[in-house]
């Protein structure tokens, strides 16, 4: 496979431009190190993983920065959370000098942490996700977007069982102290299961035997190291009684698949959770465009007390409002629109209704009317529309 380029480059030159530090986080293996090699080829490179370069920067950090060739890449730095304040010290000893530190962590909560005690006002903060559509230019539900998949895809059940193996021993050793990994592995199925339902912590917990604050703090690690998003509700200027749990949504649905054991796409096209995997990657897909963009997230779903439901609602520019209904369909119709007919009047003029479809080999992905203000897009025309700034 072509190397590809990252929606967040741009935004990472002209950062690196005008603040000290950069940083860059991310899930593991989504490509964060080799982004930054190439997009800072001049820069040193430091892995702080490797145990004799930790043992050398924990016994003496003073020594080990100044041995340092500036400007430097400290790649997962998260594991050395001592170095933040010590290189706090070194940008306002030269505060003009910019571009010189770029950081890159693979677990939001420490790294966000040393970031805002030490840092603020000093780094600029961005996320990389896996690859996504306007990246790779296609998509694959079954391969979800991780470099390494795309780069030998007859190996994606072994890279995926690995990964997840090796996501429990680091990352969930690392931020909490879970006795029984086994259970923490029975708790990312019963996850998988949930994606794309509205979070119900204690139908989690129940099967496992273990308390609602435990799976609270599970689903916190899935959140800050990247693999799942909590889609909040979106209760604004609505007349309603709503429902205002998050849903639950993982971000790739190449270890989505993989922790569902669906192996092929005739099996997830025969299952049930198909239309669930559907919305998780849309999700996904806009949460990257955004963030690729250099903003920050902003996703929501809609449903009240009555059963009416949107899956998505996206904020524009201008306090639009895009309403989507994400379908796993070639042929969009009128009557896949009734929910987006029934919501569109609360919101106004501001909103526009979109039916999420894919796209079709033989007929024009050319937006379909479907009546009342709303079009059918592909998932294609969505995200390019989104990257332009719609």
Same mark, same amino acid.
């Given at each position: 496979?072509?190397?590809?380029?990252?929606?967040?480059?741009?935004?990472?030159?002209?950062?690196?431009?005008?603040?000290?530090?950069?940083?860059?986080?991310?899930?593991?293996?989504?490509?964060?190190?080799?982004?930054?090699?190439?997009?800072?080829?001049?820069?040193?490179?430091?892995?702080?993983?490797?145990?004799?370069?930790?043992?050398?920067?924990?016994?003496?950090?003073?020594?080990?920065?100044?041995?340092?060739?500036?400007?430097?890449?400290?790649?997962?730095?998260?594991?050395?959370?001592?170095?933040?304040?010590?290189? $706090?010290?070194?940008?306002?000893? #030269?505060?003009? %000098?910019? /571009? =010189?530190?770029?950081?890159?962590? @693979?677990?939001?909560?420490? !790294?966000?942490?040393?970031?805002?005690?030490?840092?603020?006002?000093?780094?600029?903060?961005?996320?990389?996700?896996?690859?996504?559509?306007?990246?790779?230019?296609?998509?694959?539900?079954?391969?979800?977007?991780?470099?390494?998949?795309?780069?030998?895809?007859?190996?994606?059940?072994?890279?995926?069982?690995?990964?997840?193996?090796?996501?429990?021993?680091?990352?969930?050793?690392?931020?909490?102290?879970?006795?029984?990994?086994?259970?923490? $592995?029975?708790?990312?199925?019963? #996850?998988?299961? %949930?994606? /794309? =339902?509205?979070?119900?912590?204690? @139908?989690?917990?129940?099967? !496992?035997?273990?308390?609602?604050?435990?799976?609270?703090?599970?689903?916190?690690?899935?959140?800050?190291?990247?693999?799942?998003?909590?889609?909040?509700?979106?209760?604004?200027?609505?007349?309603?009684?709503?429902?205002?749990?998050?849903?639950?949504?993982?971000?790739?649905?190449?270890?989505?698949?993989?922790?569902?054991?669906?192996?092929?796409?005739?099996?997830?096209?025969?299952?049930?959770?198909?239309?669930?995997?559907?919305?998780?990657?849309?999700?996904?897909?806009?949460?990257?465009?955004?963030?690729?963009?250099?903003?920050?997230?902003?996703?929501?779903?809609?449903?009240?007390?009555?059963?009416?439901?949107?899956?998505?609602?996206?904020?524009?520019?201008?306090?639009?409002?895009?309403?989507?209904?994400?379908?796993?369909?070639?042929?969009?119709?009128?009557?896949?629109?009734?929910?987006?007919?029934?919501?569109?009047?609360?919101?106004?003029?501001?909103?526009?209704?979109?039916?999420?479809?894919?796209?079709?080999?033989?007929?024009?992905?050319?937006?379909?009317?479907?009546?009342?203000?709303?079009?059918?897009?592909?998932?294609?025309?969505?995200?390019?529309?989104?990257?332009?700034?719609?």
């Amino acid at each position: 496979m072509k190397a590809v380029v990252r929606s967040v480059e741009k935004q990472l030159r002209r950062a690196a431009g005008s603040f000290s530090a950069v940083v860059l986080s991310g899930p593991r293996r989504a490509g964060k190190t080799f982004c930054l090699r190439r997009v800072f080829p001049k820069h040193s490179y430091r892995l702080l993983e490797d145990p004799d370069e930790l043992a050398r920067l924990k016994a003496d950090p003073r020594a080990w920065l100044e041995a340092l060739r500036l400007p430097v890449v400290l790649d997962e730095v998260q594991n050395a959370p001592e170095l933040f304040p010590y290189i $706090r010290a070194l940008i306002d000893r #030269a505060p003009r %000098a910019k /571009g =010189q530190w770029i950081l890159t962590g @693979s677990q939001d909560f420490t !790294l966000m942490s040393g970031v805002t005690e030490s840092m603020a006002g000093r780094a600029a903060v961005f996320r990389l996700y896996p690859l996504s559509l306007v990246e790779l230019g296609r998509w694959d539900l079954l391969r979800g977007g991780y470099p390494e998949v795309w780069a030998k895809p007859s190996h994606s059940d072994l890279w995926f069982r690995s990964y997840i193996q090796t996501y429990l021993e680091r990352d969930v050793r690392d931020v909490l102290s879970v006795r029984d990994l086994s259970t923490f $592995r029975r708790f990312l199925g019963l #996850a998988a299961l %949930a994606n /794309g =339902q509205i979070l119900n912590k204690t @139908s989690l917990a129940g099967p !496992l035997g273990v308390s609602v604050p435990t799976v609270t703090q599970w689903l916190s690690v899935l959140e800050t190291t990247g693999l799942v998003v909590l889609v909040p509700a979106y209760f604004e200027n609505f007349r309603k009684r709503l429902i205002k749990s998050p849903r639950l949504y993982w971000l790739d649905t190449g270890l989505l698949c993989a922790l569902l054991g669906v192996r092929s796409l005739p099996d997830l096209e025969r299952s049930p959770l198909i239309g669930a995997v559907w919305e998780a990657f849309v999700a996904s897909e806009i949460i990257k465009v955004q963030v690729g963009r250099g903003d920050n997230p902003q996703l929501y779903y809609f449903r009240d007390q009555q059963g009416l439901e949107v899956d998505f609602l996206v904020p524009l520019a201008n306090a639009r409002l895009a309403l989507l209904e994400v379908k796993w369909t070639k042929t969009p119709t009128p009557k896949l629109a009734g929910a987006l007919r029934a919501l569109l009047p609360e919101v106004g003029e501001r909103a526009l209704g979109l039916v999420i479809h894919r796209a079709s080999k033989t007929l024009s992905d050319q937006p379909k009317p479907l009546g009342d203000g709303i079009l059918a897009w592909t998932l294609e025309t969505l995200v390019h529309r989104l990257s332009a700034g719609l």
